[in-house]
Nanobody
Framework: QVQLVESGGGSVQAGGSLNLSCAAS?????????LAWFRQAPGKEREGVAV???????EYSDSVKGRFTISRDNAKTTLYLQLNTLMPEDTGMYHC????????????????RGQGTQVTVSS
């Protein structure tokens, strides 16, 4: 079955950086999936952070544009999210997700999601 496993989260001070990874397995053709990162903070709604489409096109939420970079390595079936200039409001559980149909940062309905990796940013 499809498995997505995130790693790379941690605790950093404001202004710091982290690099998240999402290793996938069980996908019939990894390059055919639209991939996304979401985050959720306690008491807040889930927020789409970034997506990368099958053609490599990317989209970011306004809150992270210019600070986060999403990328994918189809040969390694791994998705990445580079987080720079972190702010306390970036704190939350970060999940990766995948679906075959096209996607955007506001898309819902991802059949495959990982358990998440925690990012905590202190001021």
């Amino acid at each position: 079955q499809v498995q997505l496993v995130e790693s790379g989260g941690g605790s950093v001070q404001a202004g710091g950086s982290l690099n998240l990874s999402c290793a996938a397995s069980g996908m019939w053709s990894y390059s055919a999936y639209c991939l996304a990162w979401f985050r959720q903070a306690p008491g807040k709604e889930r927020e789409g952070v970034a997506v990368i489409r099958t053609d490599g096109g990317t989209e970011y939420s306004d809150s992270v544009k210019g600070r986060f970079t999403i990328s994918r390595d189809n040969a390694k079936t791994t998705l990445y999210l580079q987080l720079n200039t972190l702010m306390p409001e970036d704190t939350g559980m970060y999940h990766c997700a995948a679906r075959v149909s096209d996607c955007g940062v506001t898309s819902k309905g991802f059949p495959y999601r990982g358990q998440g990796t925690q990012v905590t940013v202190s001021s």
